[in-house]
């Protein structure tokens, strides 16, 4: 009996200190499409692409099985232009805890529109970071490394270069290899060359900063300091305002703005009237897409 116990133990340590990153849901939606082979299909590509992002290890970081991001993909085939061939979107959204709380905090949400990718039953998944192999990996490869940065920015600052580094590389890599989404100079400047091109020039740095800010000083310490954290909340925002000085409306503010809003409304609406005064201000500034959510702060 004590020697199953230690095998036991054994197993059970190594998965709890050995586990990949990523806790990802895949869904795979092909209700638009029509075909007798479709339902195999369709099950064969979400198996395969939940244990591409789930069982490769994306970093040398050890990670604890409580301490995965949580993320999901939501992958809509919207068209078949051949029968290994399919174009749809793809919904990206990841979260990370709150320090001494229930509460997750939304950190990317993102609905990318340029997917076209070639797939057979009984593909096997596989990803080079030194080139490109296939639209589908490198898609997926792009926003794991994309997930990984956005989270480790939230915990230390600028943590998450490693990982923007290794999506700007697969973004070079697909460079020629006329798939949509990877070019600078397509129809939109909202795609994934600009994400994580934007993300890596100094004048993007006050989003990454904001992101740490916003997080470790903020969120982080709310569940004990509520007053405090709140106002460390507003001087992180605060570091936003010289990068929508530069580059109003950009693609890389709208990303921040598309996972934050709903939370920022909730946190300060609660606030006392000055400050719910001077963050409806900044944030009407920062994002003024999303003005009719703000002005709720103050019962508009």
């Not at 133990?9 to 029509?34: D, I, K, M, P």
């Not at 949400?109 to 797939?119: E, G, H, R, V, Y």
């Not at 600078?184 to 091109?197: A, P």
């Not at 460390?232 to 409306?249: E, F, G, S, T």
Request: proline share 3%; glycine share 4%; net charge negative.
């Amino acid at each position: 009996m004590f020697k199953y116990f230690i095998i036991f133990y054994f197993v059970f340590t190594s998965l709890s200190f050995h586990a990949q990153e990523l806790n990802c849901q895949v869904t795979v939606n092909s209700s638009q499409l029509q075909g007798t082979d479709l339902k195999q299909i369709t099950d064969q590509m979400q198996k395969v692409i939940y244990e591409f992002m789930n069982n490769r290890r994306w970093t040398k970081d050890e990670f604890a099985i409580q301490e995965k991001i949580d993320c999901s993909l939501f992958l809509s085939l919207e068209q078949r232009p051949a029968t290994d061939q399919f174009a749809g979107s793809l919904q990206i959204q990841s979260r990370r805890p709150t320090f001494k709380s229930s509460h997750f905090s939304t950190l990317f949400n993102w609905d990318d529109k340029d997917i076209a990718f070639q797939f057979q039953q009984f593909t096997q998944l596989d990803f080079n970071i030194n080139n490109f192999q296939s639209n589908l990996t490198s898609i997926l490869a792009y926003y794991a490394y994309v997930i990984l940065a956005i989270d480790y920015d939230t915990y230390s600052p600028l943590g998450g270069t490693l990982y923007w580094q290794q999506a700007q590389l697969t973004v070079q890599n697909a460079q020629s290899s006329g798939e949509p989404g990877w070019l600078s100079n397509e129809k939109t400047v909202r795609n994934r060359y600009w994400l994580v091109e934007n993300a890596v020039q100094p004048l993007f740095k006050g989003i990454r900063d904001c992101n740490y800010a916003y997080h470790r000083n903020g969120l982080d310490i709310m569940n004990e300091k509520v007053d405090e954290g709140r106002a460390n909340i507003i001087k992180a925002l605060d570091l936003l305002k010289p990068v929508q000085a530069a580059r109003p409306a950009s693609f890389n503010m709208q990303i921040f703005f598309n996972a934050k809003v709903d939370e920022i409304v909730n946190i300060f609406k609660g606030a006392l009237p000055e400050e719910k005064t001077a963050i409806v201000e900044t944030l009407t500034l920062l994002d003024p897409a999303n003005t009719t959510k703000y002005l709720k702060i103050t019962g508009g």
